[in-house]
């Protein structure tokens, strides 16, 4: 009998040796945990049962990671990605729980020990419609790809997918009911939810920012932590008393939480808890496997393995098409969620808890739900080289991006090519333009890219680690290349293809701090400017002097804009990555307008308009091709691009103005 001690040695050393085994070979750290609890379990070496002490070490798991979804829920990220959320998002759950319902209709011509009831066809649905938020999220952040059209959309349906586990887990217990009984039992469980909820969502708001002050104002961070714990266990226990699951509680304390100031200090205080706890769940889900029941079914498990995951695909990848779609979006946002996902073992686990599907079907739905996992990371690795071969029409979508790319700047000589078109990038672009110096940039966000095109702006939709994207650009015949996303592993990739394509261009590079240095010089950086207060001003600075400009003069420009304090620098075009956090209306951004022909400010004077009553300037307008600095006495025409600059509220407040 192993003791309470020599169970978590046994766990915590296992987790260690797998973490660092799956570190090595760059997978996620979750499979090392399924890896280590199939090795350690009681289908393989024995070493440790799935005993009270071990599941209560898991639940605790599922508990903080449900919190911590609560934490990082955000009702200005749903406004803004509504359409994606519960439009693609929830179409995708639905009609994956339905497919799967359908399916279980063939299993009544299998053995018996395979049949499966609608119940159960409904629990597995909901854990197959699952996809995983840790490696996808992970990899798109590798790839850049976050701000792409399909990372929009992924994440998108990622959001939706960890909403949807709430009610999957009030409905998956009241499944297991007899039939007579289910509709009451579902009734009941839906009212006491709803007043649970009710309970604390009503009142804890209320009582959450009070007593947090009170606790802050003690200045301990033992009491802190202490008081986090009692907060995310204590709602917990409240649902769990009410026969709810524990893991609602725990949701609805991270949302209550993300309401406060102290979100961001909780978010990091609770990490540690969160991943090794849920590093234990996973061990256990691994427990679960029995590898030789896996092996001498290993045909049923490719089957299992093979069609849902290309059954998702083929949903997911039509359902983006239908919501607006390219072939290749569509495709790509359906290759990166076919595989099953961590709150599709939670799902798993709880339908086996309830005894809704047999213990048979469990094994195997499990081992292919693993394998889909490992499968992932090269999956979307090879993403684009797949759709490029799948999708007639995407060769030929990127083909004309690059040669309009290309016409763009074909007539530009000796300019600076800027990778990456957010603030950074637009503060460098200003002081440029300000200098007369050209330049082009490159960017990943379309929305961001439209915005600044309709104004004027210099900006092509490329991806600068693509060879073909950096030609288009003209990197032969520019005279410098800045990166401005602080992304190592990205940046000294297209470092080595401006040594392959132009060995002699300058390239400034900017990094979080001064650890990346070295391996920035050693792969080709000119310059690496260290990420601070003023990474801004030293991009462009640096950038100036390679061009050419006397020191003298660049520090002049340099000490202006401080002396302005930062005027010429305020405000940025903003894009769909930019509205997360629910504070986009407090920052100046950039916005254009295009005047119609009824719009009200036609005709008009910018002086007559008054719009620094509200808030708002006018900093460019744009008529044809020719940009130009505005005057207050300047008549506006129709067809005009107005370029303002403010805060959210001051900028849609100016736009009323300009169209009324």
């Known amino acids: 009998m192993t003791s309470g001690l020599e169970l978590t040695l046994l766990l915590l050393g296992s987790a260690v040796l797998g973490v660092v085994a799956f570190r090595m070979l760059h997978l996620p750290p979750m499979l090392g945990y399924l890896a280590v609890g199939v090795l350690i379990g009681p ?37 803004a990605m509504r359409r994606i959320v519960f439009g693609l998002g929830l179409a995708q759950v639905v009609l994956t729980i339905a497919v799967t319902v359908l399916a279980s209709l063939l299993t009544r011509y299998l053995p018996p020990s395979m049949h499966v009831g609608w119940q159960a066809a409904l629990a597995l649905g909901g854990a197959l419609a699952m996809s995983s938020t840790a490696i996808v999220s992970k990899l798109l952040t590798e790839r850049l790809e976050l701000e792409s059209e399909h990372g929009r959309r992924i994440i998108g349906i990622l959001l939706f997918q960890d909403l949807a586990v709430v009610p999957l887990l009030i409905l998956i217990p009241s499944l297991a009911q007899p039939a007579e009984e289910l509709a009451m039992t579902l009734a009941w469980a839906g009212i006491k939810a709803a007043a649970v909820l009710a309970l604390l969502l009503f009142f804890g708001q209320k009582v959450m920012r009070k007593w947090f002050n009170v606790v802050v104002k003690r200045r301990s961070q033992e009491l802190f932590m202490l008081n986090l714990l009692l907060v995310t266990l204590g709602a917990a226990a409240i649902t769990e008393h009410a026969g709810l699951s524990m893991a609602l509680g725990a949701f609805v304390a991270g949302m209550l939480i993300s309401e406060t100031p102290y979100k961001h200090q909780v978010e990091e205080d609770i990490k540690p808890f969160r991943d090794v706890l849920l590093g234990l769940f996973f061990i256990t889900i691994g427990m679960l496997l029995n ?32 919501f607006g779609s390219s072939d290749g979006i569509a495709m790509r946002t359906g290759l990166a969620l076919a595989q099953a996902g961590e709150f599709g073992f939670v799902l798993l686990n709880l339908a086996s808890g309830s005894k809704l599907i047999p213990p048979f079907v469990i094994q195997l739905v499990l081992a292919s739900m693993v394998l889909s996992m490992l499968a992932a990371p090269f999956v979307i690795a090879h993403m684009d080289k797949l759709v490029m071969k799948i999708a007639a029409n995407e060769w030929m979508l ?5 040669t309009q790319l290309a016409s763009r700047t074909m007539a530009t000589q000796k ?22 110096l050209p330049w082009y940039a490159l960017d990943l966000d379309p929305e961001r890219v439209q915005e600044a095109r309709t104004a004027g702006i210099n900006v092509s939709y490329g991806d600068c680690t693509r060879r073909e994207a950096l030609i288009a650009a003209g990197i032969n015949r520019a005279s410098a290349l800045v990166i401005t996303f602080a992304d190592t592993r990205l940046a000294v990739k297209v470092l080595h293809l401006v040594t392959e394509l132009a060995p002699k261009l300058p390239v400034i590079v900017r990094a979080h701090d001064d650890r990346e240095l070295d391996v920035l010089k050693k792969a080709g950086a000119t310059e690496v400017v260290p990420e601070a207060l003023e990474s801004s001003l030293m991009l462009a600075s640096h950038a100036l002097v390679v061009m050419g400009v006397p020191l003298r003069r660049v520090v002049h420009r340099v000490q202006a804009a401080r002396d302005e304090r930062y005027a010429s620098l305020r405000g940025f075009f903003h894009g769909a990555s930019d509205v997360a956090d629910g504070t986009e209306h407090n920052y100046v951004r950039l916005h254009s307008v295009t005047l119609r022909d009824d719009a009200g400010a036609v005709g008009r004077c910018i002086a007559d308009l008054e719009l620094d009553e509200v808030g708002a300037e006018v900093t460019a307008v744009r008529r044809g091709n020719e940009r130009i600095e505005p005057t207050p006495e300047m008549a506006l025409r129709a067809g005009d691009v107005v370029v303002l600059r403010g805060t959210g509220n001051a900028v849609t407040r100016a736009e009323g103005r300009l169209l009324r």
């Open 43 to 79: 289908h393989a070496l024995d070493l440790a049962d799935n005993g009270s002490t071990t599941q209560a070490l898991a639940e605790f798991g599922v508990v903080f990671l449900m919190f911590s979804i609560g934490l990082e829920f955000s009702l200005a990220q749903l406004r």
């Open 291 to 322: 590898v030789q029941l896996v092996l001498a079914n290993w045909w049923i498990v490719l089957l299992l393995l093979i069609v849902p995951v290309m059954l998702k695909f083929a949903l997911i990848a039509l359902l983006a098409k239908a």
């Open 398 to 402: 990127q083909s004309l991006q690059l």
């Open 415 to 436: 300019h600076v090519i800027i990778a990456g078109f957010g603030r950074s990038g637009q503060s460098l672009a200003t002081l440029l333009s300000e200098e007369k």
